[in-house]
């Protein structure tokens, strides 16, 4: 089985998908064990001096001006995480809370947060033996870090609370002998540690952004093979045109599209000296293209470097610094920067799935599919008596409005929480499950478009296709039949659903492309 070593500094994107969905078994640094204890040692010292330490001697919050008594300091973090453990709704699936808990061990071991090595040692254990916590959804506004959410995770370390092991749920004591743990008796600062963090939103973030970069792959495929069913034009891709305007993503969508139909003999050139029968150019959602869907791709990769400081990044408050002998109080557990990332991957991923829906309707309009009949009725079927493929547009409109409503930024808005103490907060984790709500949508419009797409080549003799359409092409049908006469389409939609949210499509796009 893969292993990942984690250190506080250096866990990537790709790890962070190994250990949340492949279950790859989590090691710790030496290092990292060294440095966390000598954290420790520091609070210890700070401590005997009879320091005021937010959080660690103090209560929380609004109630900070409260001094709390030596005896009582043990007793404070058990009762943070018993509070705080306040989140309703529907448990998170098992890769996230995988994920919540691999970024939150990580962050740990940066050696800031004054926590003992046995307690990060606790949540690998979890992690290794495939126990997952109770973590409902809904619960944090992404200010103090995900408090709810992480206490939630931390309940299952004192043996409360609940977890998933192999597909049942056991009682938090249960869970940690599965691990081969006993419950903890949390030090001082311990809780905070625990709970003050953005891992929620991070872990929701990371595996979106995953799965948002297969989606784009797989639209520039639906794109390429759209372009073959409605003979378009390619020049519009030329790299000419888009090193005069040099954004990145632009590049590179252009780049992926003409790769993918490198050899048809399908989509029109002006240079190969194809007749330009109809319209010389197509509409925008074929002709800007890689305008669009580039500015998702570069949406995308901001994105990408916000989530990777901030998994790497110590985020719980106060923080101490060993070196100076020193305990500062902060504010790097506030989730603006993860809330305004994920409210731009949300807007990136509705790009694709607005573009796309709006090929599907070009394709099955006759004033504009050049010469395709009427929602791509065919075989045995005459329009009229058959309605063909007209209703999937409706399905792609309804995912699209909703993507609509979606795309306002949670980052907007703040509510005070905490007697107006924590008085600005993020709503990161508002935009996190956006984002996934989006993605999601967004996969059933591509998988239409796929499908629509497949019906016109068949309808213009699906020959002479691109390298890379042509495999998709016979992907997807592998998988659904072309129409010969109308049938239910909701089972064709998600059997192609099921090959994008794969990764099937995108994977064959990396084949063809190098990407």
Not at 330 to 341: D, E, I, L, R, S
Not at 441 to 464: F, H, T
Request: charged content about 20%; glycine content about 8%; some cysteine.
């Amino acid at each position: 089985m893969a292993e990942v070593t984690i250190d506080g500094s250096h866990l990537t994107l790709d790890q962070v998908l190994q250990v949340a969905r492949e279950n790859a078994l989590t090691v710790i640094s030496e290092k990292a064990i060294v440095r966390t204890r000598n954290g420790r040692r520091s609070l210890e010292r700070l401590l005997q001096e009879k320091e005021t330490i937010y959080g660690v001697n103090t209560g929380f919050g609004a109630l900070s001006n409260f001094r709390i008594p030596p005896d009582d300091l043990k007793q404070l973090q058990t009762n943070l995480i018993r509070s705080h453990s306040a989140s309703v709704g529907k448990p998170h699936s098992s890769d996230i809370v995988r994920a919540i808990m691999l970024l939150r061990a990580n962050t740990l071991l940066k050696g800031n947060s004054g926590i003992r090595p046995e307690v990060v040692s606790a949540i690998v254990r979890l992690l290794n033996k495939q126990v997952h916590p109770y973590i409902p959804e809904k619960g944090s506004v992404g200010a103090s870090g995900d408090l709810s959410p992480l206490s939630h995770m931390a309940l299952v370390l004192l043996g409360e609370g609940s977890a998933e092991s192999h597909g049942r749920w056991i009682p938090g004591r249960k869970a940690l002998e599965v691990s081969g743990s006993v419950p903890l008796k949390l030090e001082a600062k311990e809780g905070l540690a625990l709970n003050n963090g953005t891992q929620q939103m991070v872990a929701i973030g990371c595996l979106c952004l995953h799965d948002a970069y297969q989606l784009l792959a797989t639209t520039e495929a639906a794109l390429a093979l759209s372009l073959e069913a409605l003979k378009g034009w390619l020049d519009a891709f030329d790299e000419r045109i888009q090193k005069l305007r040099p954004h990145p993503g632009q590049q590179i969508v252009a780049e992926h599209v003409r790769r993918m139909v490198k050899g048809s003999r399908t989509v029109r050139t002006i240079e190969r000296g194809d007749p330009s029968d109809g319209r010389p150019q197509d509409p925008y959602s074929f002709r800007c293209a890689p305008q669009v869907m580039g500015a998702s791709r570069d949406g995308l990769d901001f994105t990408k470097q916000i989530l990777e400081v901030e998994m790497n990044s110590a985020t719980d408050n106060p923080l101490l610094f060993p070196a100076d002998d020193i305990c500062i109080s902060g504010g790097n557990f506030h989730g603006q920067p993860v809330a305004m990332g994920l409210d731009l991957l949300a807007l990136a991923i509705s790009y694709l799935a607005n573009m796309s829906e709006r090929r599907i309707s070009a394709l099955l309009d006759p004033s504009l599919n050049n010469g395709l009949p009427p929602f791509l009725v065919g075989g045995r079927s005459k329009p009229g008596l058959s309605s063909g493929l007209m209703a999937v547009q409706y399905t792609a409109t309804s995912l699209v409005a909703e993507n609509k409503l979606l795309t306002h930024p949670a980052s907007s808005d703040s509510i005070p929480t905490s007697s107006n103490f924590e008085d600005f907060v993020s709503m990161g984790p508002g935009a996190a499950h956006k984002a996934r709500a989006i993605l999601e949508n967004s996969q059933y419009v591509a998988s239409i478009e796929l499908l629509v797409a497949a019906q016109g080549i068949d309808l213009r003799g699906a020959k002479g296709l691109g390298v890379g359409t042509r495999r998709v092409f016979q992907a997807v049908r592998r998988k659904v039949p072309r129409l010969l006469e109308d049938r239910s389409s909701h089972d064709d939609i998600e059997k192609i659903r099921r090959m994008v949210r794969e990764g099937e499509i995108a994977k064959i796009v990396a084949q063809v492309t190098g990407s």
